[in-house]
């Protein structure tokens, strides 16, 4: 089946810029997402992209899609110690398929 | 998240019980799934449905059950509890354009 990989942690700086990496092996992924987990919570949608675009900026997020390498990344500009949580890249092909996830992003942030 | 409740929150039960766990949507959307997370293991899919009595299994759905009888409600129910079964299981609804996910606050499930 599609797969979707992560790397399992990120440790940062407050103030700094993080960059979470996703790598995903289907190539007709038709949106692809990133989620936000926070302690005890459910996932929360952050932002998504549309596979036909490169690039999409919602204030301090960005997220960056390179179709050729299946790779996407997300940024988050001047990380606060708010954005330390589990992020999950995940994708999806069709309408009638689910959701295929990776196993998320631990980010902490230091102050 | 509004639109999505699951319950109960948290349950304890012993090895060998059943038990019921209930997605309860307001938004009337046509599709449900069941997630459990485990570390290490990231989310995994039980079931998932398209509509009123129809549902698909997922990755992991040995010794799971589901039932939705109703848009609203979506349940899923482990026959005889195991240890392995120990998770946090999430809910979860599609909606939209963008085809993206609505998740409910998690049951955290203790099998003794």
């Known amino acids: 089946g599609e797969d979707v990989e992560q790397s399992l942690f990120l440790s940062v700086r407050e103030g700094d810029s993080s960059v979470i990496n996703c790598t995903y092996t289907d190539s007709s992924s038709t949106y692809l997402y990133w989620y936000k987990q926070e302690p005890g919570a459910g996932l929360q949608l952050l932002t998504y992209i549309f596979s036909n675009m490169d690039m999409k900026q919602d204030q301090r997020l960005t997220v960056l899609l390179n179709k050729k390498d299946k790779h996407l990344s997300l940024r988050i500009a001047d990380t606060q110690t708010g954005d330390s949580a589990i992020y999950f890249c995940a994708e999806i092909n069709s309408g009638n398929t689910p959701l295929v996830f990776g196993k998320g992003t631990r980010l902490s942030v230091i102050a | 998240d509004a639109g999505i409740t699951q319950s109960p929150r948290h349950k304890v039960t012993e090895t060998g019980t059943p038990v019921t766990l209930r997605c309860h949507q307001t938004e009337n959307h046509r599709y449900m799934y069941w997630y459990r997370q485990d570390p290490g293991h990231g989310l995994r899919l039980i079931h998932y449905s398209y509509g009123v009595k129809d549902t698909d299994k997922g990755e992991v759905s040995d010794g799971y059950s589901v039932s939705r009888s109703k848009t609203e409600d979506f349940l899923l129910t482990l026959e005889s509890a195991t240890s392995s079964q120990t998770s946090v299981y999430f809910c979860?609804?599609?909606?939209?354009?963008?085809?993206?996910?609505?998740f409910g606050s998690g049951t955290r499930l203790t099998v003794v």
């Open positions: 979860a609804i599609r909606g939209g354009e963008d085809y993206g996910y609505t």
